[in-house]
């Protein structure tokens, strides 16, 4: 038994979550949702940080957006980039069931016209999950600071790509970019950052 599994098992299956997760495979999509024990960190971290207003880049089915919604303020806003109509409206009719519907909003397409939008727009957010494309995700977390209020937090998930990011032998484009992702929140000197190693790696990071 690893870490992970023995964690896992000190918690009672979450079924709104499960149902989530069951959701995502009948659809014939892969689940890459984010991990249950850093499903619930996101949940302790929105709580904990009073978020009002968060976005989330990547949706798939809305496991992360479930635990991102019971943390945040009530009447807070959550929005999410999601590239695919078809996952947009799976995460959605989740979110429903889950009770949050009214307070999340999703924009389709390429999520750099949307957060291209959401700058125009004069947008700021109290908590950032990055969880999508891996070859954006520089170019996600320069959004994520610049569209932060002051104290907002930021988690990027897939951090090890599979150990792909540790193996010197791997430098596939998603590879590199998640390397230099991981390389700008551990130096940029507006974050203050750690890195978590387990299940598939999570960055965190908040904005001074």
Known sequence: ?????????LYTEDSML?????????SGKNDVSIAPG????????????????VLEIG???GYSGVCLARGMKQGGR?????????NAALARRNLERAGFGGMTEYMIGPALDSLAQ??????KFDFFLIDADKENYPAYLEYAIRLARPGAIIAGD????????????????SVLAMRKFNESIATDERLIS?????????ALAMVK
Not at 1 to 9: A, D, K, R, T, W
Not at 18 to 26: A, D, G, N, R, W
């Open 1 to 9: 038994m690893n870490p992970e599994q023995y964690s896992e098992e």
């Open 18 to 26: 499960k149902s989530v997760t069951e959701s995502i495979l009948e």
């Open 38 to 53: 850093y499903g619930r960190l996101l949940t302790m971290l929105a709580a904990v940080s009073g978020a009002e207003a």
């Open 59 to 61: 949706a798939l089915g």
């Open 78 to 86: 959550l929005v999410s980039l999601e590239l695919k109509e078809e």
């Open 118 to 123: 959401l700058e125009n727009r004069g947008e």
């Open 158 to 173: 897939n951090t090890l790509l599979r150990g792909r990011t540790l193996n010197p032998d791997k430098n596939g484009p």
């Open 194 to 202: 750690t890195m978590l190693p387990a299940y598939d790696g999570l």
